[in-house]
């Protein structure tokens, strides 16, 4: 296992316009989260799966932003009308807690979004 | 609310010790945890400690947790010009459902 892939790693895109990335959490992993890390600051938490039911979303999960996880394994991030603000590198991590504790989260690499 | 708090930058000379400080809010935080992070990368785990330890050593990395006082250090011996990066310091919060991050603190090392 090569570890948690995100794709793309970089986008540019026009503002108003649609975009998706996608995140290939570690096989066994149930759980994946999205994260939203701006310059200068520590990722802020988006969304999480277990397995396929979507458990929590962030309040900076507007209405413009969707997360699914259709069959448990990848997960897709789309945003809708894109904003200047929406600028910042998208974070994916899965994890395989133990019971119900959280233990250790693996990260991808990221993608950078930049909107013009 | 939950809330991870450290110093944004720190200096120090190759071949002496960090150490890089952080205090959290979320008391039921089951484990606490050091990311480090490189220009243009991502996350990398670098540790984590259980809330019912106070002190765990992994070859050069040192963490001491202090739970009373919610404060949480790093201390990297013999640091390398390629430990320069940015370290975060993360909490799990809602009894370990999720992470919160603090802002990060920039380690740079001079030769």
């Given at each position: 296992?090569?570890g948690?892939s995100?794709?793309?790693r970089?986008?540019?895109?026009?503002?108003?316009?649609?975009?998706?990335?996608?995140c290939?959490?570690?096989?066994?992993?149930?759980?994946l989260?999205?994260?939203?890390?701006?310059l200068?600051?520590?990722?802020?938490?988006?969304t999480y799966?277990?397995?396929?039911?979507?458990l929590?979303?962030?309040r900076?999960?507007?209405?413009?932003?969707?997360?699914?996880?259709?069959k448990?394994s990848?997960?897709?991030?789309e945003?809708?009308?894109?904003?200047q603000?929406?600028?910042?590198?998208?974070l994916?991590?899965?994890?395989?807690?133990?019971?119900?504790?959280?233990?250790?989260?693996?990260?991808?690499?990221?993608t950078?979004?930049?909107?013009? | 609310?939950?809330?991870?708090?450290?110093?944004?930058?720190?200096?120090?000379?190759?071949?002496?010790?960090?150490?890089?400080?952080?205090t959290?809010?979320?008391?039921?935080?089951?484990?606490?945890?050091?990311?480090?992070?490189?220009?243009?990368?991502?996350?990398?785990l670098?540790?984590?400690?259980?809330s019912?330890?106070?002190?765990?050593?992994?070859?050069?990395l040192?963490?001491?947790?202090?739970?009373?006082?919610?404060?949480?250090?790093?201390?990297?011996?013999?640091?390398?010009?390629?430990?320069s990066?940015?370290?975060?310091?993360?909490?799990s919060?809602?009894?370990?459902?999720n992470?919160?991050?603090?802002?990060?603190t920039?380690?740079?090392v001079?030769?």
């Open positions: 296992d090569t948690v995100q794709d793309p970089h986008k540019i895109t026009k503002r108003g316009q649609n975009v998706t990335f996608r290939d959490p570690i096989s066994e992993h149930n759980r989260y999205w994260y939203r890390q701006t200068g600051q520590g990722p802020e938490f988006l799966f277990q397995n396929e039911a979507q929590e979303k962030s900076l999960l507007s209405d413009r932003f969707s997360a699914e996880r259709p448990g990848f997960s897709t991030l945003i809708q009308r894109t904003e603000g929406d600028s910042a590198m998208y994916c991590a899965s994890s395989s807690p133990q019971g119900m504790v959280l233990t250790e989260a693996f990260f991808g690499q990221g950078r979004l930049t909107v013009v | 609310g939950e809330d991870v708090e450290q110093s944004l930058f720190l200096s120090v000379r190759e071949g002496d010790s960090s150490v890089i400080n952080c959290y809010t979320d008391s039921s935080s089951t484990y606490l945890y050091w990311y480090k992070q490189e220009p243009g990368a991502g996350l990398q670098l540790t984590y400690i259980f019912n330890m106070d002190m765990k050593q992994d070859q050069r040192t963490v001491l947790l202090n739970k009373k006082d919610k404060h949480l250090s790093l201390r990297i011996a013999d640091t390398q010009t390629g430990d990066a940015i370290y975060f310091c993360a909490e919060i809602n009894y370990g459902q992470f919160v991050f603090g802002p990060g920039r380690l740079s001079l030769p």
